[in-house]
């Protein structure tokens, strides 16, 4: 059944209409053309959806209908006409048709293909093999390509606004629908342009300089093509947030999480093309529809797995890859001997790569045929560098990376590996682990860490990097201006601090200036998202002050400190617990409070 995919509108000076509830309109049985609508298929923020068959032949379509509390408005009754406009000048199998739209009238409409599938929405719950995602992938390019080459910016891609229809032999079609909010980047007499500094889209499809409300072009899609790859691909987008506002600002800030970390098996091709595609600058990404296609393409194209490699007698061997540091060198003849070191070139596809390698193993004669394989020897790699591994791959693609062997490449990537050596185990900690400070450590010491590793990680971005080098850099610098809008504020570091949780970072907020005010409405909000800690609390510091009262300090601290775990910013708790355990670090007697005596 068809069904119909509202945009999402993002203005802050604009609220979304109300929907009409259904008992407002009776549409069925209506007259649109030659058509009479059937049945209602769904309802948006802007109209109906109705199916309609024609007055004298079996062909049944889709009638879009404008809110009759809309009407009124011309500003939407014109963004209603140009959507219908915009698909209409668009003739393409991939994107929806328009057969005809009424402007006139009190009711605004216009009809469309009635197609039969689901919605990508409905199979993206869950991440998809890597060759139908690009299959997918390959068709919206195609429907992008077409309403580009007409000047049109979709500007709302996303899998609610692509539908998959039965094609020819079974094959699913892709059909690109909803140009309610594109772009026309050249206007025709009497069309209306599309207001600046409103922010238009969905935010998690939403490119940077979208986000921003600047200007969009081509290449805003394919951002928001790379947002769907690695959506089908991962089962997850690449920025999410509580709200909308941490959603835009992680598509400004952040780099995506490298999509083999999330789903291991994704061909590194593949997220080379959708990592490219979510570049945060225009000019990084695919230049067109059509570059990007291309890409898609050679991505899983089959490649070349053997080659050869010449040794330091100038004797060339067929070679293949076995493993991540593994060659097998094929020969008849004598190996050379075990654990011996052998200089090497790799005669690869995309050029030669020279390298060193330890033979670990042969291969006899004798061995070959029981084994069903040829005779020879395997080598070890000694150079197993990211960097190296990204060269190889490239090379063995059939791809010419940039210098290839250039002495200052290799320069800059030792460079930068000597700043991320530190970095990276920490990626994964908290934002005090990442930063190296002690979690009662106050905002000065907090702030200086922040400055200093910053200032380290930002001359990297000016290297020529490899992409995992250059992807862990982008992480970094986001966490550390995470770190330093969190740990660097007292509320927002006392919320961090809960959630941890961390009664010295909170009591570090308290001696730093926070108010008891603060620290209570902090406390609020945190029980608001813990309803059912509120009651352990109480019983856990109960239990804390009647060990006290026996003086059984110890016992004590314990109650206390389980008090804290389940609601960190109890007042009372922090203060019994801090108290009694700077006592006990003092070597002096616990004081028990005259109401405990």
């Known amino acids: 059944m068809w069904l119909a995919s509202w945009r999402c509108v993002v203005d802050s000076n604009t609220c979304a209409p109300t929907l009409p509830p259904s008992s407002c309109e009776r ?44 009407a009124e408005e011309p500003e939407l009754v014109a963004r209603f006409l140009a959507e219908a406009r915009a698909m209409s000048l668009v003739q393409h199998e991939n994107v929806v048709s328009v057969h005809d739209f009424e402007a006139h009238g009190e009711r605004p409409w216009f009809v469309m293909e009635y197609l039969e599938g689901q919605s990508l929405a409905d199979v993206a719950r869950e991440p998809l093999a890597p060759r139908r995602v690009v299959e997918l992938l390959l068709q919206v390019c195609d429907a992008l390509g077409a309403a580009h080459a007409h000047g049109i910016i979709h500007r709302d891609l996303k899998p609610a606004n692509l539908y998959l229809a039965r094609g020819p032999q079974g094959r699913e079609r892709v059909k690109l629908l909803d140009f309610g909010i594109a772009k026309r980047l050249v206007l025709q007499e009497g069309e209306t342009p599309t207001r600046t500094g409103v922010l238009m889209g969905t935010p998690e499809f939403m490119a940077p300089e979208q986000c921003e409300g600047g200007e969009v072009d081509a290449r805003t899609d394919l951002y928001a093509v790379g947002v769907l790859g690695y959506l089908l691909l991962s089962g997850r987008a690449p920025f999410t947030g509580t709200n909308a506002a941490q959603v835009l600002l ?42 990007l296609r291309a890409a898609l393409e050679a991505a899983l194209a089959p490649r070349p797995s053997t080659f050869t490699a010449r040794g330091p007698d100038g004797r060339e061997y067929p070679c293949e890859r076995v493993g991540r540091t593994g060659l097998f060198l094929r020969t008849g003849e004598p190996s050379p001997p075990l654990l011996s070191e052998l200089p090497l070139v790799l005669k690869l596809p995309g050029g030669e790569l020279p390298c060193a390698a330890r033979v670990v193993r ?28 990204h060269t190889l791959s490239r090379l063995l693609a059939g791809e010419r990376p940039v210098a290839v062997a250039s002495p200052a490449a290799a320069e800059a990537s030792s460079l930068a590996e000597s700043v991320l050596r530190e970095v990276r185990p920490r990626m994964e900690g908290d934002l005090y682990a990442f930063l190296g400070v002690p979690r009662d450590a106050d905002s000065d010491t907090v702030r200086a860490r922040a400055r200093a590793l910053r200032e380290r990680l930002e001359p990297l971005r000016a290297l020529a990097l490899s992409p995992g080098q250059g992807t862990l850099t982008q992480r970094a610098l986001t966490r550390v201006a995470e770190a330093w809008h969190v740990l660097g504020h007292l509320e927002r570091r006392v919320a961090y601090d809960a959630e941890l949780p961390n009664p010295e970072g909170i009591l570090r907020c308290l001696s730093s200036g926070l108010t008891i005010t603060a620290l209570e409405a902090c406390r609020q909000r945190f029980l608001a998202r813990h309803p059912k800690t509120q009651g352990h609390s109480v019983l856990h510091l109960t239990t804390g002050k009647a060990y006290l009262a026996a003086r059984r300090p110890t016992e004590a601290l314990a109650a206390f400190e389980a008090a804290l775990r389940v609601d960190p910013l109890h007042l009372e708790a922090l203060r019994s617990w801090h108290s009694l355990r700077s006592r006990l670090r003092a070597g002096l007697e616990p004081e028990v409070p005259r109401s405990l005596r």
Request: aromatic residues 6%.
């Open 27 to 70: 549409l069925v049985g209506h007259r649109f053309g030659s058509f009479v609508a059937l049945r209602e298929l769904g309802r948006g923020g802007m109209g109906t959806v109705l199916l309609a068959e024609h007055a004298l032949i079996p062909k049944r379509v889709a009638v879009k209908v404008l809110h009759r509390h809309l």
């Open 250 to 291: 992680a598509h400004l800030r952040q780099a995506p999480r490298p999509l083999q970390e999330v789903r291991p098996d994704t061909p590194p091709a593949l997220a080379e093309v959708v990592l490219r595609a979510l570049a945060k600058r225009p000019e990084e990404r695919f230049s067109s529809a059509a570059e």
């Open 362 to 389: 042969h291969v006899s004669a004798d061995q070959a045929l029981a084994w069903n394989m040829a005779p020879g020897f395997a080598v070890e790699l000694r150079e197993a560098s990211p960097s190296f591994q």
